[in-house]
């Protein structure tokens, strides 16, 4: 997106909504199908993220002798367990920006676009 598509957006205008409209959008089954996506998608990898780092401290401080044991050189499995946590935080990352351009953004604008209208 370059500077221009982003001014040319803001000189656009849509119509803006009463409340009761905001409601009765929130009711509708596209938005709950978009709530429930999104759920099933941030719910299991929280959880899986979760356990993953809880089972990483509780090896840190529980099994020091394990996460002592060298894997390569003065890499031990401490370490590569370690820069996983940052591998695994990148790679949901990149999934939830998948996910949401495949899933979420399209059934979004279609709300919106319901909502508010096209732009004129």
Do not use: C, H
Request: hydrophobic share 50%.
């Amino acid at each position: 997106m370059t500077t221009a598509d982003i001014s040319e957006g803001a000189s656009q205008k849509r119509r803006t909504p009463d409340a009761q409209a905001f409601l009765d959008m929130q009711a509708s089954p596209e938005f709950q199908e978009l709530r429930r996506r999104l759920r099933r998608f941030v719910f299991p990898m929280t959880a899986f993220f979760l356990a993953w780092y809880a089972a990483y401290v509780l090896l840190a401080t529980y099994a020091s002798d394990f996460m002592a044991t060298k894997v390569l050189g003065n890499i031990n499995l401490g370490i590569i367990l370690g820069l996983g946590q940052f591998v695994t935080t990148f790679a949901i990352t990149a999934l939830y920006v998948r996910f949401a351009n495949r899933e979420l953004d399209p059934r979004s604008a279609a709300i919106r676009e319901e909502l508010e209208g096209p732009v004129k």
